[in-house]
Each structure stands twice: as structure tokens, then as C-alpha cells.
């Protein structure tokens, strides 16, 4: 099984700030990842896939980089909409796994 | 628009069973990959189990194993996930989630989710 380290577990971050999220596979997955928001009582909503790529709808202050281990959530210029907790998600192998999440405060 | 709109979940005692439908719409729903995936109360997510469009291959994760079991009725637009055996550790809320037309894909789609209690 393909273990996801996310670090941190929490970050509380004023407005405007600049937030990096980080994904590490447990071993090489090409560029399999995609990150998600879930704002509280809501479904997971997709914010990255394949490690870089845009999705239609998601603010542009939300990339994503890396590929093989390393993985990077960048939030530029956080926004109060943006409190929630992020996940990243492998899908090169089963069984399919998540990272144990990021919780984002605004401060 | 997609829409993917859960039902079944509900309180049952360990051991019992219960099972889950996804009823959904705005796709062509047998070219998709469709997963289960749950979050434990306070938890983070957790992948349950997937099926191909058509439901000829399905997966598990190892916690579920032997005890769930997926399908889709393509006719009907539903996905379903039946529940065996139940645990106190399988209490949490259920989701169904959209693939692509393979596994290696990402949920674009989600439903609300339906909440499972285990409990005597």
C-alpha cells in the first residue's frame, strides 16, 4: 500500500499569506496525485489533478507541483473562504489511499 | 450538470448489515469508474472500494474486504455497496465519487455523503 505523509497537520495562516501543503508517497508515483478541499460539512471538492493541473472553477491561487515522492499544495494570497482541510489522493495503485490531511485555520 | 445523490445509511447494531445505493445523473454513467470512500467522524478520508463501468472488476481496501461488496445496475444509473458484518469502526460518513474511465483517475464528482452508525 502506498502510504501519503502530509505535512503539516495544521497551519493557522492570516490573509494574503502564502500556504504550502506537502505530500510525500511512501514510493514513486509518477504525477497519480490530485488535492482536494473539504470545507467543513461539506463534501470533498477537487482542487489539483495530476499534480499540476487546473480545474476549471478552482481559483487560481490554488498549484500544484512535484512528481515521483514529493508533492506541493501552494494556496497564494489566502483567502477566508480558504479555512478548510486539504487532502491529497494517490491513484497509481491499489488500494487507492489519502494523505491524513491538512487542517487550515484563518487566523 | 452531474449529480450523485446517496441513500441507505442509518443506525445498525455490530454484525448486522445494510446496503447503500448512489443514484446517478448528468453522465453517461457505464463509462465511469465509480468509488466508495468514507470519513470517520473527525477523521480524514478513506477509500472503500471501486468498481469499472461496466462492473466487471472491482477493488477493496483490505479493512472492508470479504465483508463489503459493490455493484452498479448501469440500467438504473445506481451504484450500490453492501454491507456485511458490520463494525463500530465502520461508523462514518459514506460517499460515492466519480472516476474517470480508469482506475489512475481523480473523483471530479462527489455526493453528500450518507452517515453510517455502528452501534448497540
Known amino acids: 500500500e502506498i502510504v501519503l505523509t502530509q505535512s503539516p497537520d495544521f497551519q493557522s495562516v492570516t490573509p494574503k499569506e502564502k500556504v504550502t501543503i506537502t505530500c510525500r508517497a511512501s514510493?514513486?508515483?509518477?504525477?497519480?496525485l490530485h488535492w482536494y478541499q473539504q470545507k467543513p460539512d461539506q463534501s470533498p471538492n477537487l482542487l489539483i489533478k495530476?499534480?499540476?493541473q487546473s480545474i476549471s472553477g478552482v481559483p487560481s491561487r490554488f498549484s500544484g507541483s512535484g512528481s515521483g515522492t514529493d508533492f506541493t499544495l501552494t494556496i497564494n494570497s489566502l483567502e477566508a473562504e480558504d479555512a478548510a482541510a486539504y487532502y491529497c489522493?494517490?491513484?497509481?495503485?491499489?488500494?487507492?489511499?489519502f494523505g491524513g490531511g491538512t487542517k487550515v485555520e484563518i487566523k | 450538470e452531474v449529480q450523485l445523490v446517496e441513500s441507505g445509511g442509518g443506525l445498525v447494531q455490530p454484525g448486522g448489515s445494510l446496503r447503500l445505493s448512489c443514484a446517478a445523473s448528468?453522465?453517461?454513467?457505464?463509462?465511469?469508474?465509480m468509488s466508495w470512500v468514507r470519513q470517520a467522524p473527525g477523521k480524514g478520508l478513506e477509500w472503500v472500494s471501486g468498481?469499472?463501468?461496466?462492473?466487471?472488476?472491482?477493488y477493496y481496501a483490505d479493512s472492508v474486504k470479504g465483508r463489503f461488496t459493490i455493484y452498479r445496475d448501469n440500467s438504473k444509473n445506481t451504484l450500490y455497496l453492501q454491507m456485511n458484518s458490520l463494525r463500530a469502526e465502520d461508523t462514518a460518513v459514506y460517499y460515492c465519487?466519480?472516476?474517470?474511465?480508469?482506475?489512475?483517475?481523480?473523483?471530479?464528482?462527489w455526493g453528500q455523503g450518507t452517515l453510517v452508525t455502528v452501534s448497540s
Open positions: 465519487a466519480k472516476g474517470g474511465y480508469s482506475y489512475a483517475s481523480y473523483f471530479d464528482y
Open positions: 448528468g453522465l453517461t454513467f457505464n463509462n465511469y469508474v
Open positions: 468498481i469499472s463501468g461496466s462492473g466487471d472488476s472491482t
Open positions: 514510493q514513486s508515483i509518477g504525477t497519480s
Open positions: 495530476y499534480a499540476s
Open positions: 489522493h494517490q491513484s497509481n495503485s491499489f488500494p487507492l489511499t
